[in-house]
Nanobody
Framework: QVHLEESGGGLVQAGGSLILSCTVS????????VGWFRQAPGKEREFVAA????????YYADSMKGRFTISRDNAKNTVYLQMSSLKPEDTAVYYC??????????????????WGQGIQVTISS
């Protein structure tokens, strides 16, 4: 059974940095992707970033480019989201999601098969 667990969230001042981790257990990636999404209060869940698990491809939402970096450690089946220059509007619950096999559109949350429970990130002004 596939299980995703996020860690690393918390409270940070504006301008600060935070690193989120997503560890996937129960299955090893041979292809597919892991994505990060977030949901702020009163808003729909939105795509943040994604990374191919067997390719070097990374993808970012426009508002995150230059501030967020996604990376992976296949040996640990873990994906990281390094977030810097954080803003109060980055406050949200952050979710990681996985797709094993072919994924057509990494920005589409419906493409992902498994989700973590989410982790709170709060940026104070």
């Amino acid at each position: 059974q596939v299980h995703l667990e996020e860690s690393g969230g918390g409270l940070v001042q504006a301008g600060g940095s935070l690193i989120l981790s997503c560890t996937v257990s129960g299955r090893t990636f041979r292809s597919g992707a892991v994505g990060w999404f977030r949901q702020a209060p009163g808003k729909e869940r939105e795509f943040v970033a994604a990374i191919g698990m067997s390719t070097p491809n990374t993808y970012y939402a426009d508002s995150m480019k230059g501030r967020f970096t996604i990376s992976r450690d296949n040996a640990k089946n873990t994906v990281y989201l390094q977030m810097s220059s954080l803003k109060p509007e980055d406050t949200a619950v952050y979710y990681c999601a996985s797709k094993f096999g072919v994924i057509l559109r990494v920005t589409n949350e419906n493409q992902y098969d498994h989700w973590g429970q989410g982790i709170q990130v709060t940026i104070s002004s």
